[in-house]
Antibody
Framework: QVQLQESGPGLVKTSETLSLTCSVS????????WNWIRQSPGKGLEWIGY???????NYNPSLKSRLIISVDTSKMQFSLELSSVTAADTAVYYC??????????????????????WGQGALVTVSS | DIQMTQSPSSLSASVGDRVTITCRAS??????LNWYQQKPGTAPKLLIY???TLQSGVPSRFSGSGSGTDFTLTISGLQPEDFATYFC?????????FGQGTKLDI
């Protein structure tokens, strides 16, 4: 079965870089788009960005200047680096797969397909 | 960014009830609307995509409708396991955006 698992430090110091990795199993890493989403009490669910197996990315403009998402297809992993973190970056971070589908007009939608598999989430706290 | 507004923010209901949650987009998103269910301490679970397509394995008591800017999620015959928080999410354009959630409790 498809499984995604986030890993990384649960505590990051203010102004440092938050790094997380998502390990994927039970599915091909090709043909899908791989997403990071975070959830905090104050901001709800926030989409961070996505990457495909070729390394093509799309980032949320609100985070773009601090964000790098990368992929390692040989390890079946993709990763998140968020620099210069503050307390506002404290959240549960999820990785998720976007699946493709045909919309009502018969067009194939994949980059922004629905998020059908999620990791369990990783709580990251930013503190000095 | 496209803003997604859900109503109500919270809802009380009983087992067997029929409930409807609405989601409004700040601009037209055609049918690019997804619904998720989240229980405490767990990741969101995809229920419906493309406004009305039931995700595999999701019970048929869940249904979705709408297009353009106005969408609804209906649960017909609430079951105890349905008490959770529900989110809508637009996938018309980046950045993906989510509604603030509707908490459904007993």
């Amino acid at each position: 079965q498809v499984q995604l698992q986030e890993s990384g430090p649960g505590l990051v110091k203010t102004s440092e870089t938050l790094s997380l990795t998502c390990s994927v199993s039970g599915t091909s890493i090709i043909n899908y788009y791989w997403n990071w989403i975070r959830q905090s009490p104050g901001k709800g669910l926030e989409w961070i960005g996505y990457i495909d197996y070729r390394g093509t990315t799309n980032y949320n403009p609100s985070l773009k200047s601090r964000l790098i998402i990368s992929v390692d297809t040989s390890k079946m992993q993709f990763s998140l680096e968020l620099s210069s973190v503050t307390a506002a970056d404290t959240a549960v971070y999820y990785c998720a797969r976007a699946k493709g589908y045909y919309d009502r007009n018969g067009y194939w939608v994949e980059k922004l397909g629905p998020l059908d598999y999620w990791g369990q989430g990783a709580l990251v706290t930013v503190s000095s | 960014d496209i803003q997604m507004t859900q109503s109500p923010s919270s809802l009380s209901a009983s087992v067997g009830d029929r409930v409807t949650i609405t989601c409004r987009a700040s601009q037209s998103i055609s049918s690019h609307l997804n619904w998720y269910q989240q229980k405490p301490g767990t990741a969101p679970k995809l229920l419906i995509y493309a406004a009305s397509t039931l995700q595999s394995g999701v019970p048929s008591r869940f249904s979705g409708s709408g297009s353009g800017t106005d969408f609804t999620l209906t649960i017909s015959g609430l079951q105890p396991e349905d008490f959770a928080t529900y989110f809508c999410q637009q996938s018309s354009s980046t950045p993906r955006t989510f509604g603030q959630g509707t908490k459904l409790d007993i």
